[in-house]
């Protein structure tokens, strides 16, 4: 893993009291001292991991290292916006051919485009299985567990609408 796939999104450190003795009536306390016992401290750290074998070792290594709340995985592609151009590219000469087709049909000539829109989508993971976790990830008597994530695909999809002028 390199450096430049572990970055720091969030980080909070508040001070930690303990109070003394107090005597308490009616939700009021009087004459407790506080006393300032150290700062409690608060980190999110994004984890970028780009090899799918690697994501259980990590997740497992994580429990190790006492991390106390691990949200994820979460699925995207790398280089999405390449994907999507590329997507897109298709779609326009699939809606060309067609109205090509379609112009021959009607005996009409395009003399140009009207209107253009897109409709897309990217980066839905399916998965195909259950993501398998185990209470030994949490428990430090228990051997060592790496969960085992479900394989799946991301798709990238878009539809077109080409409005042409005919003559």
Known sequence: ??????????????PRYEY???????YRCDDGQRALVGYEANQSINVVVRDLG?????????GSAEVSNIYGP???IENEDDFKADVREK????????AKVLAKNLDVRIV?????SENASGGIYYAKGAMAMDAA???ESAPSF??????GENKIQTSVTITYRVK
């Open 1 to 14: 893993m390199k450096k430049k796939d572990i970055k720091t999104t969030y980080y909070n450190a508040n």
């Open 20 to 26: 003394g003795k107090a005597i308490c009536a009616q």
């Open 54 to 62: 690697n994501v259980g070792k990590v997740i497992s290594s994580l």
């Open 74 to 76: 979460n699925f995207r």
């Open 91 to 98: 779609a326009i000469e699939k809606a060309k051919e067609k």
């Open 112 to 116: 140009g485009i009207e209107n253009f």
């Open 137 to 139: 990830v949490m428990n």
């Open 146 to 151: 790496e969960p085992t994530l479900p394989t």
